[in-house]
């Protein structure tokens, strides 16, 4: 179980992967994240989130949608080949606003759909929610 604290059920602080091409976004991002407790790492690209996601244990994937390498879409798909959804929720947080983005979103294995400018308490609720979904299926 997770709280607003950013601790999960073991006593482990939660491991969240950002992935964000736009510097200003990703470093405010992860400061709203660790100031709720989780550590965060932050990659710009698909291809280096994929690796560090292979490589290191992660909770949940804060995911942009327009990298420069590959599309979010992808990489989701590729996350959901690599782990479960209930275990590795995938939060898309994009400027694409319209529901056919949303939809697209959900089919390719997200568990939530954010737009942004996305709220701190918006963005910091949803990962508390993902989060704790994700630790009861794993208990």
């Known amino acids: 179980m ?7 059920s073991d006593g482990s602080r939660a491991r969240i992967l950002v992935v964000e091409d736009e510097e200003a976004l990703a470093r ?5 994240l660790e100031r709720a407790g989780h ?6 690209a ?3 989130a994929l690796a560090f996601a292979t490589e290191h244990r992660t909770d949940l994937v804060v995911l942009d949608l327009m990298l420069p390498d590959m ?10 080949r690599l782990y479960h959804p209930w275990i590795l929720p995938v939060v898309m947080l994009t400027a694409l606003n319209q529901p056919k983005h949303q939809l697209l979103g959900f089919s390719h294995g997200a568990e939530a ?7 701190t308490i ?14 009861e299926r794993r208990a």
């Open 39 to 44: 550590d965060v790492h932050v990659e710009n």
């Open 28 to 32: 405010l991002v992860k400061g709203h």
């Open 113 to 119: 759909y954010l737009t942004k400018p996305v709220q």
């Open 46 to 48: 698909g291809k280096p």
């Open 2 to 8: 997770t709280g607003t604290s950013g601790y999960m």
């Open 71 to 80: 599309s979010g879409y992808d990489v989701c798909v590729e996350l959901r």
């Open 122 to 135: 918006e963005l910091l609720g949803t990962v508390a929610v993902m989060l704790q979904r994700a630790s």
